[in-house]
């Protein structure tokens, strides 16, 4: 669970926005992990058959920004009219700030530490976020090799990146998920005036609530973490491309954002009963399930699955192949590293309540 304290906070200070920015990186995700949105698949083919080669290298030796999980810094806690001055918004970031969150991406899914040094400054920090990043793979490796060494070329890079993409689809996707956020935006802060943020956070997803004394906004996440707005925004961005996920923004340093897709995934239609059953044996044990939704997130190694969960190799090892027992998860040696994948297609036949819980 992630939950938001927002005792003290006024009712202004809980706002519902668009966001260019926040749509343009849930489009590309949709782009770099396609199996998790099945009903932009067409558009999708569509999108990445018309890129010019040079946009589509770009866009694979920076997609760790926004496949696994997105980077902090292109889900705005204010969000602005156009793309053009929410990406001058990323420009006022320090380096420290944008490499950090950078870094996060690119080295994996949880959040990473750096023991109270940066890595653009300390050599051992480096070191490991280099190794964290070697991890994942030889793109994160040197995405974050050149981050570290050249941040305000990298940055510039990423910026002329994303003007790129809304010439090349950006801009026409934009203008018809406009019109549908603007519908959901009323229906929002209608709610909110009218009956109060326990209502509007109703519409936005089952997986959101407000605890009974209205002081903490409750999120269903994977992570299990609380954050403050701390006098600040708490805000609430609609999006037509991120459905199913809720994009959560809650690091320190940054003000609480949460991106939710304007409609819930349609019921799955009937599987048969001895697929359900044997693969919901799989995950009878609570390990597994949080493995698995892990996962979801993109590849991860044994090591860093135990990392993340506190449990020791052998631990992690035993539950994972019982997963591949039931044909949940994939494993594929990269180097030194074996990376451990969710098997989406084959979840899908769980159910669509099952695959939202995942996914989110």
């Known amino acids: 669970m992630l939950r938001i304290d927002i005792s003290g906070a006024p009712p202004e200070r809980v706002r519902f ?33 018309g890129l010019r080669p040079e946009l589509a290298e770009r866009l694979r030796e920076a997609e760790f920004l ?3 999980t997105q980077a902090d810094f292109l889900i705005p806690a204010r969000p602005r009219p156009t793309l053009a001055e929410e990406l001058d918004g990323v420009d006022r970031i320090d380096d420290e700030t944008y490499v950090t969150a950078a870094l996060v991406t690119a080295c994996g899914s949880n959040r990473v530490r750096f023991r109270g040094a940066s890595p653009l400054t300390d050599a051992a920090a480096r070191e490991w976020a280099l190794d964290l990043a070697q991890a994942r793979g030889a793109l994160q490796e040197a995405f974050a090799e050149r981050l570290l060494a050249d941040p305000a070329a990298v940055r510039a890079r990423v910026r002329d990146t994303l003007e790129q993409c809304a010439e090349a689809f950006f801009d026409r996707a934009w203008a018809d998920a406009a019109v549908r956020l603007a519908t959901d935006l009323r229906l929002k802060n209608e709610l909110h005036r009218r009956h109060g943020l326990g209502a509007a956070l109703a519409s936005v997803s089952h997986a959101v609530t407000l605890a009974p004394d209205g002081e903490c906004i409750v999120v269903d996440k994977v992570q299990d973490r609380a954050t403050a707005a701390r006098g600040a925004e708490v805000t609430f961005i609609p999006s037509v491309f991120s459905r199913p996920h809720l994009v959560a923004v809650y690091a320190a340093g940054w003000h609480p954002v949460l991106q939710y897709p304007v409609a819930e995934q349609s019921p799955a239609e009937p599987v048969p009963v001895e697929t359900i059953t044997l693969r919901l044996e799989a995950l009878a044990h609570p390990v597994r399930l949080r493995l698995l939704r892990t996962l979801a997130r993109g590849p991860h190694t044994t090591g860093e699955l135990g ?15 019982v997963l591949r027992r039931a044909g949940l998860l994939t494993s594929r040696r990269h180097g030194r590293y074996v990376h451990h994948s969710l098997n989406l297609p084959d979840l899908v036949a769980l159910g669509s309540d099952l695959l939202s819980v995942v996914l989110r």
């Open 17 to 49: 926005a668009a966001s260019p920015l926040a749509e343009l990186t849930a489009m590309l995700h949709v782009l770099a992990e396609p199996g998790h949105h099945p009903q932009f698949a067409g558009w999708a083919a569509d999108v990445l058959a």
């Open 66 to 68: 926004w496949r696994y």
């Open 307 to 321: 990392h993340f969960w506190g449990l020791s190799p052998p631990e992690v090892s035993r539950h994972l192949s």
